[in-house]
């Protein structure tokens, strides 16, 4: 789960980490009450999670009342990458002598959490790494062990960063890294770290991705979920549960398990066809939680055809046949659908679907003659 | 033969009063696995359906000679169960649950490989391993897979690898172990670590393995297999067409930036010398031809 930047910055200070005093304003004069109350200088930012903010001019330093406003009013409602910018971040202005890189993450090949550190921060930490690898410092740290501060210094003096930024890092490094683990984060990232010319050093920005696997002990967390940026599509399958990602093409997926489905979207793809979106009911595949599927097939207006691809494992074949045909007697589907259904019991399954064969509804045997069958249905040419 | 678990492995399940716990431990002992015990501290001398109950993995392993653990404690119990197995004296720890955080699985990963390095851990969030015909532990259903070998299987994938054991058993193939490793950030067990264990075992005469977008695990096996196996490879990649920075489902099934994507996968596995299939059926059929060379 990302987080907007207010929120990543609310989440650093709450483990005492420095950031710039700000406020997140709605509205044109919400924005305004907030840099009047914090002082000018500010700087107005759009909260969009999407990289590529200033560039696309949604970040913009106001000097006073008549530039807030007309950069507020600029930046509320832009379009940055297809993301709308509802929320502005308004924070007292920062005078920058240098911008440093610092994040944390989890090395999966390491299976150890991994530290980085560069005195060129303020830009694309990706192409430095590509460009000048040396430039950046790393360090791994076993979780056991945790982060001491004396590896952290060590590590800190290896980035050659400005000496005078030397305390300031260890001390915002030590607690990044209680705010990555106790926070349980899969990734904090502060891009840039400042050393002010007074010789202050904090974060700048803040990019924050959690586990949401934690949050039976972050209860917390539920603000930030009620907060997830979801299309329409999206929004209705998360209320239902389901785990569906939205897609641009016009054929909806249904499929049990997240590798089958992965493996479901590639084949409507490989025979010339474009998926609406990826969905994966889970092992049961019962009626219940196909209907909810079908229904957020349903209500895509880009879905031309349907295509059910279930695996039978514990749940038998039969169990599905059923589930789906009681399903379809919940749910009134506009597309035509096409099953494969393989594994325990297929036959049987196949039998009870057969009473209900019809221009709306098809099996076919294999995922590749389904896929075919389902991108012609679609109106496209499958191969 | 079969890697890890057979006909004589003997295993304990943490988490066997639960409804999922009972629904699938019954499950596998009517398969034929050797459910010897199940865990509840707070019922300790009770039993499931004639299975008893201990307090402790410590105690189970002490009455019953157990050497596995399979572990279906919900998600917030997962890392404190891995340490009491890896305690209670345990080879292999095969945790089916889903939902752990990534903090949880970085530090019990760790923790065992300093104080219990000895200890296995299969998952979190797989379905388990089963040597068909001898012993299934896990949430496989069991008659999906035709024992015997020569084919030892090797997925991060659920249903992907239910699939990949049915359509082998309907091609007539066996299989002498399918191992699930899940699909979590930090798995205990790598794709390496199978194919070194089925590189050894004598029956094992090839192996298939389906991978996922996301990660580099895929990127690691296709370096040993270039480097250190000689038995044959059938591979399949799912998530070909997945979106960069889309989750799909699995917590480690997400492209980041262009790294970890199943094209850059299938590459490294086909450089490496393994057959790759476009999709599952092929890879499949893939697994048939070379099944039919090795005779």
Redo the contacts between chains.
């Keep these: 789960m990302d987080l907007f930047e207010y929120q990543g910055k609310q989440f650093f200070a709450s483990y005492g980490i420095p950031v710039s005093p700000g406020e997140v304003a709605e509205t044109l004069d919400d924005a305004v009450a907030a840099a009047e109350r914090l002082g000018y200088p500010v700087v107005v930012k759009a909260q969009v999670q999407v990289g590529g903010r200033g560039k696309a001019g949604g970040i913009k330093l106001a000097a006073d009342a008549e530039e807030l406003r007309q950069h507020a009013s600029a930046i509320l409602g832009m379009d940055i990458k297809g993301h709308r910018v509802e929320l502005v971040w308004i924070e007292v202005a920062s005078d920058i002598a240098e911008e440093y890189y610092a994040s944390f993450t ?1 090395d ?2 390491a ?3 991994l530290g980085m550190l560069s005195a060129r921060g303020g830009i694309d930490i ?1 192409a430095v790494a590509e460009e000048d690898p040396d430039a950046i410092a790393k360090i791994w740290v ?3 062990d945790g982060l001491t501060e004396e590896r952290c210094r060590s590590w800190v003096a290896s980035a050659a960063l400005n000496p005078a930024a030397t305390e300031g890092t260890v001390g915002i490094l030590l607690k990044l890294y209680e705010a990555y ?1 106790d926070g ?1 984060a ?1 990734l904090v990232e502060v891009n840039p770290l400042i050393l002010t010319p007074d010789g202050r050093v904090h974060a700048l920005d803040a990019k924050v991705t959690l ?1 949401t ?2 949050i ?2 972050h209860p917390d967390y539920e603000a930030y979920e009620q907060t997830q940026v979801r299309d329409e599509r999206e929004e209705e399958a998360h209320e239902k549960g389901l ?1 569906y ?1 939205g ?1 641009e093409g016009t054929v909806g997926v249904i ?9 479901t ?3 409507v ?2 025979v010339g066809g474009r ?1 609406a979106n ?1 969905l ?1 009911i889970g ?1 049961g595949a019962s009626a219940e939680v196909m209907a909810s599927a079908l229904e957020v097939i349903n209500n895509d207006p880009d879905v031309q055809s349907i295509f059910i691809n279930i ?1 039978g ?2 749940t038998r074949g039969e169990e599905v046949a059923n589930g789906i045909i009681e399903a379809l007697g919940r749910v009134e589907i506009d597309s035509p659908i096409v099953i494969r259904l ?3 019991n297929a036959e049987e399954g196949h039998q009870i679907l057969a009473a209900h064969l019809s221009d709306k509804l098809q099996i076919q045997p ?3 003659d389904a896929a075919r069958a389902v991108v012609a249905l679609a109106g496209g040419d499958a191969r | 033969m079969s890697i890890w678990v057979d006909e004589n492995t003997r295993v304990v399940y943490q988490g066997l009063t639960g409804s999922q716990g009972r629904f699938y431990g019954l ?1 596998n002992r009517d398969y034929g696995t050797r459910v010897v015990a199940g865990t509840n501290p707070k019922k300790a001398g009770s039993d499931v359906d004639g299975i008893p109950i201990y307090a402790t993995v410590a105690e189970a392993v002490k009455e019953t000679a157990a050497t596995v653990s399979c572990v279906f404690i919900p ?2 119990g997962v890392k404190g169960a891995v340490m009491e197995a890896a305690e209670g004296g345990v080879e292999l720890i095969v945790v089916i649950t889903e ?5 949880d699985e ?2 019990f ?3 065992l490989k ?1 104080d219990f390095p000895q200890v296995r851990v299969l998952g979190p969030n797989c379905p388990g391993i089963i040597s068909p015909g001898k012993c299934n532990i896990g ?3 069991g ?2 897979a035709e024992p015997g070998g020569p084919v030892g299987i090797v ?9 990949a054991l ?1 359509e082998l058993k309907q091609k007539g193939i066996g299989c002498t172990t399918c191992v699930g490793v899940g ?1 979590d ?2 798995p205990g067990t790598s794709y390496i670590d199978c194919l070194q264990a089925f590189e050894a075992d004598p029956e094992t005469e090839a192996v298939m393995m ?1 991978g ?2 996301g ?3 895929e990127e ?1 096996a296709a370096d040993y297999i270039k480097t250190g196996m000689t038995k044959p490879v059938a591979a ?1 990649v ?6 960069a920075g ?8 997400i492209v980041s ?1 262009g790294k970890g994507t ?1 094209k850059a996968k299938m590459e490294a596995l086909r450089a490496a010398g393994a057959m790759v299939g ?4 092929e890879a499949g059929e893939l697994m048939a031809g070379i099944v039919a060379d090795l005779s």
């Design positions: 989890l999966r090949s299976k150890k959490h990706e076993d979780p056991v683990t349980d899969d586990d696997n934690s039976f002990r785990q990602v897609l499929a049990n398990g997240a590798g089958l489905a992965m493996s979207v590639d084949v793809n490989e998926p990826f994966d092992g695996f494992g514990i393989d594994g325990t294999t995922m590749l | 499950r998600a917030p939902g752990v955080p990534m903090h970085a530090w990963f760790n923790k300093r949430i496989t259903a008659h999906i997925s991060r994938s659920g249903t992907l690898t239910y699939q049915f699909g950030p930090v389906i996922e977008i990660g580099s695990a690691e399949y799912a998530g070909v067409t997945a979106p889309k989750k799909m489902g699995h917590a480690g099934a930036g199943a476009d999709n599952p059926t």
